[in-house]
Every structure is written in C-alpha cells, then in structure tokens.
C-alpha cells in the first residue's frame, strides 16, 4: 500500500495489469475532494470520461450533478472513484479479473481519503466491494456498516438514463446521504 497520493498516482500511471489498458484514452483515477468524509463509487469510466481522463462527466454524470445541486450537495466535497481506472469496451461490466486488477489502488485511495461515508453506485460497485451476495435491488436505500465505513448502495447513474423510474429511488438516497452526513455533524 502508498503511504501518499503521489506515490498512489504514480503507480498506477503506467498501468498494464489488465487488457482494459490496450483501448484506453486515459486512466481515469478519481475526482474530488482528497479528504471528503463522503465517496462515492461506480463501476468504470465510459467513452466522456476515458477521454476527459475524469469519472461521472458524460450523461450520466449530468443526471447526478444535476441531483447533486437540486439537493444543494456540492460535488467538490465529495471523492469520486470507480472499481476499474480504465474504460471496458462498448461500456460493458468490467470482468472480475479487469476488477481484481484495479482493486489494490481502489483500496488505498479508500485508505488515503478516509471516509465516513461510501456511496455504492450500481451492482458492479456493490459486490466488488461488500461482496457477491449482495444485489443492488435489494440493498438499495439501506444503510450497511462494514469495517467502520457506512455504506449506502443506491443505482447507478447510467441506470437512472435507461429507467425513468429510478431517479426518484436514487433522489431519495441521496438525500439519505444528505441527512446521515449531517446527522454525524460532517456536512
């Protein structure tokens, strides 16, 4: 594990422990506040962010900015990373060993920002990280404590592009978000 953010960065400049490397553009490491009491994750970057080398700025990134100002949440607070640093072809799940490969620097950017708060976004993020059991329709909206971090599943942006229905489940959870950071005197 690094012991600081640049240590962090630069090993995974070069990165090629998966075939994800082949077809990038950029890594796409993470945005945001470095010590935010609030993270969240997704699964993988899509074509916007592969090329910007930034997550959550294509469509669906819009739809959660735009949630995140609706409910006064300031994006700039937060930390924002995702399970793969690398775009999976034509937006697909990342595969498990494309996961496990990135999984080391995922871990130490959770170490390094400290949060007290990890939002999950989407099924991809919640089983990589609570573990394979889990399914983001029934773990969506409640509150999971694992090792000292709460965590709080809800769907993926992108999903929320594909079911209208969502965004008020999504809405709701991030409200959720809103009141426990509050509730814990962090926002």
Not at 31 to 52: S, T, V, W, Y
């Amino acid at each position: 594990m690094y012991q600081t953010w640049e240590e962090l960065e630069r090993s995974i400049k070069n990165c090629q422990k998966c075939k994800l490397a082949q077809g990038r553009t950029n890594i796409v490491f993470a945005d945001g506040n470095k010590q935010a009491d609030i993270m969240l994750i997704g699964e993988g970057p899509g074509a916007d962010e592969d090329r910007m080398g930034v997550p959550f700025v294509g469509k669906a990134g819009k739809l959660m900015n735009m949630a995140f100002q609706a409910l006064e949440i300031n994006r700039e607070k937060l930390y924002i990373a995702n399970i793969v640093k690398c775009r999976p072809p034509n937006n697909r799940n990342p595969e498990a060993d494309e996961a496990m490969a990135c999984m080391d620097y995922l871990r130490n950017q959770v170490l390094l920002v400290k949060p007290k708060i990890i939002v999950l976004l989407g099924s991809v993020a919640l089983k990589n990280i609570l573990g394979k059991e889990y399914g983001i329709t029934s773990a969506r909206g409640k509150w999971i404590e694992h090792k000292g971090i709460l965590y709080l599943p809800t769907w993926h942006p992108a999903a929320l592009l594909r079911d209208d229905t969502k965004k008020i489940d999504f809405w709701k959870d991030l409200k959720l978000v809103k009141e426990k950071a509050q509730e814990m005197g962090i926002w």
